[in-house]
């Protein structure tokens, strides 16, 4: 039994002598018969992740839910929508195991320690490999920096520390990355609500977008989004996803740096003055180039190091949930990086 993770638009999922068929709409395909695009048996799949345009048909539903089968719909950007489930859930365990957890500080601190150390290795390998050209006094700094951090973790005793430590490491990056942009882009530090250059409108909207994908990772495998163990309980905040979130920022920031320094986005035309409250505004047709590179980086494969196959970003981000999941189960909270870079 797997979960089938699929991305292809106006597509539809149909079942001929129970096996699951996922079909090409005639219409998008440009008219004909339906182009047969899957085909497996039912059995084999107990958990279907549909991103956007894909439909089911009542014989679709009606053989998934006999046999207990969920399936999770996700906007195409990874955003939760909602889930068709039968009326047994298995995730009443998992969440009373992840409350547990709440509860005991060695059990939290340990996890939240797996991910900053996830987040500052990811940053430490973005600047490196920017920086091949030749590194600045700044950002030899920034990465001395950013390894010393990375030793100390394991030391610390207390979420608070840790998160001290977590911040003073990202401003010692930021003070780095913010290098690689030229003068041009007015980007001089990490700043937002409201982001006052066109650097931090980019990062805090690539941002956004990556705290749906991680809201709906988190809730695809059945986790309270709300309970985290690296941030803290706010109401309404999904704490569990914006811990999730921490290893793939300098995603997001890979793509703001390529958006920027390639020329698929301009300062002078893609970004104009704003109100106080949003002084610095991104334009349609720039916003729609964006969100093709962030779609494009998302769906680039690599091979995730605890299941040993290659799948887009987007669901590496969902197994990555599925880590925190297994290590709460079994009691484990030893959470392993991604380790791309």
């Not at 977008?209 to 999904?238: C, I, K, M, W």
Request: hydrophobic residues 40%; aromatic residues 8%; charged residues 20%.
């Amino acid at each position: 039994m797997s979960t089938l993770y699929l991305v292809q638009q106006n597509t539809k999922i149909r079942i001929r002598n129970r096996r699951l068929q996922v079909e090409r709409d005639p219409e998008a395909g440009g008219g004909g018969e339906a182009e047969v695009l899957l085909s497996l048996p039912a059995g084999q799949v107990s958990q279907l992740v549909l991103f956007g345009n894909i439909g089911l048909t009542t014989p679709a539903i009606d053989l998934l839910l006999a046999q207990n089968a969920e399936v999770v719909f996700l906007s195409q950007y990874g955003e939760y929508r909602g889930e068709l489930v039968s009326s047994l859930t298995p995730h009443v365990p998992m969440r009373r195991a992840q409350y547990r957890c709440l509860e005991n500080p060695s059990q939290a601190l340990a996890l939240a320690q797996g991910f900053v150390s996830a987040k500052l290795q990811h940053q430490r390998a973005l600047l490196q490999r920017h920086s091949r050209e030749g590194r600045s006094d700044l950002v030899e700094s920034s990465l001395a920096h950013l390894a010393r951090a990375l030793d100390s973790i394991p030391h610390k005793t207390g979420l608070d520390s840790l998160r001290g430590l977590e911040g003073a490491a990202t401003a010692a990056y930021f003070s780095a990355f913010r290098t690689f942009f030229g003068a041009e882009w007015r980007f001089t530090d990490r700043n937002r609500r409201p982001p006052a250059d066109p650097v931090n409108v980019l990062l805090s909207f690539g941002y956004t977008l990556l705290a749906q994908a991680a809201s709906g990772a988190v809730q695809t495998v059945g986790l309270d989004p709300y309970v985290g163990f690296l941030h803290e309980y706010v109401y309404n905040r999904p704490a569990m996803a914006l811990d999730i979130l921490e290893e793939f920022r300098p995603v997001v920031d890979g793509v703001v740096l390529w958006c920027c320094r390639s020329g698929q986005l301009s300062p002078d035309k893609d970004f104009t003055p704003g109100p106080p409250e949003r002084p610095v505004v991104l334009g349609e047709d720039g916003k729609r180039r964006f969100l093709q590179a962030y779609q494009g980086r998302l769906d680039q494969t690599y091979t995730h190091p605890l299941r040993g196959l290659k799948m887009p970003l987007r669901q590496c981000m969902i197994e990555q949930a599925r880590q925190v999941a297994d290590c709460l189960l079994n009691n484990h909270f030893d959470y392993r990086s991604m380790g791309f870079r």
